[in-house]
Each structure stands twice: as structure tokens, then as C-alpha cells.
């Protein structure tokens, strides 16, 4: 009898199908058939490196991240975070957690690209950061309040008392961001931009 755990896939998107084998995710980027096959591949392998080297990045930056454990041309194998999704259980404390991280995040300069509350797991009284699959650098205020904005429709979108989570994040973040009130007016001016478009 083998004792090697099968893969069971778990997940499968645009860019990349996942699968989990015993207690590690393998994240495989997929063909995209109508690129030209060198061009293809090229993009995938630039993607998968540049993903594992920001989970890394996060990680020394204070942001709880899973492990990575290997990283091929287009796969990326990471530790299991068997967690709770932050959009099932979200309140004002976790949500001021979140904005620490974010913050943290930030002051590193990685944006995350996809910050939604499916992306934040729960687990042993701490909050992961998982899916950096859009993530990469930028310093600018911007692409920083692109970044939460994303996350505040999410709160927004799927939360009652959303205005509670919303000063909750931004009081944690102005924890661990030096310059989050500047960014925090970039994420209204977002938002006023999207109502009058």
C-alpha cells in the first residue's frame, strides 16, 4: 500500500488550478492556448516566481503568509492554512487586525492585488494572507488605494454593520502605516470616482 496522499483538487480559476496533497497546496498556473507557447510559458514562469517571491517578501514583513516548500516553472508548493475565511466570521477586532497587516504589507510596498475577505483565513487566533496571485510592487498611492478599496466593497458588499469594519480597519492600519491618512483620502477620492462614473 502507498501511503502517498492523493491530489484533490480544490480550486480552479482563470489562471491556475489548486489542488491539496496531504497538508500542501500545490498551485499550478494553466496554459493559456490562445498565447503563443514560448510567450505562454515565459508569462507563467515570470508569474509563479514573482508570486512565491512576494508570499516570501510578506512573510519578512511581519504578514503571516503559508510556507512555501518548492517552486517549479509553474507550480508553487505551500503549506495548508486550514483556516476559516475572515468573510464568515469578520468583526471590528479582526477587521483592525486586518488593516495592521495591510498596513504592514504596504509599508514593504507589495500590494496584494485581490484583497478580498476570501483571501484573509482565520486560524489559531491569527490572520493569513493567501492568494497573492495579482500581488506586485508598487509604492505609489494609488495602486495603495486601489488595494483597500477593493476590500472595503467586499465589506461593503457582504457585511451589515460594514461602516464598523471599515473604522476598524482604518484605525489598524494607521497602526502600521506611516502615511495611511493620505492613503485613506486616495480610497474616498476611489470611490466617489466609481459613483459618478
Known sequence: ?????????????AEAV????????????IEKRYRLKEIDENIRRERTKTEARLISEARRCGVPTPIIRDVTDFEIRMEYIEGTALKNIVNPSLSE????LIGRLHTCGII???LTTSNILYKDGKLFLID????????????RG????????TF?????????????????YAMTFKGAEEVLGRVKEIESRGRYA
Do not use: C, W
Not at 489542488?19 to 498551485?27: C, D, M, S, V, W
Not at 487586525?97 to 495592521?100: D, R, Y
Open 146 to 153: 486601489v488595494d483597500i478599496h477593493v476590500l472595503f466593497q
Open 97 to 100: 487586525e486586518t488593516g495592521e
Open 18 to 29: 489548486i489542488a491539496l496533497e496531504g497538508n500542501t497546496i500545490i498551485k499550478t498556473r
Open 156 to 172: 461593503e458588499s457582504t457585511h451589515e454593520n460594514h461602516e464598523g469594519i471599515i473604522e476598524a480597519f482604518k484605525k489598524g
Open 132 to 143: 497573492f496571485g495579482l500581488a506586485y510592487l508598487d509604492k505609489t498611492l494609488e495602486a
Open 1 to 13: 500500500m502507498s501511503n502517498v496522499t492523493p491530489k484533490a483538487i480544490i480550486a480552479s480559476g
Open 112 to 114: 496584494h492585488g485581490d
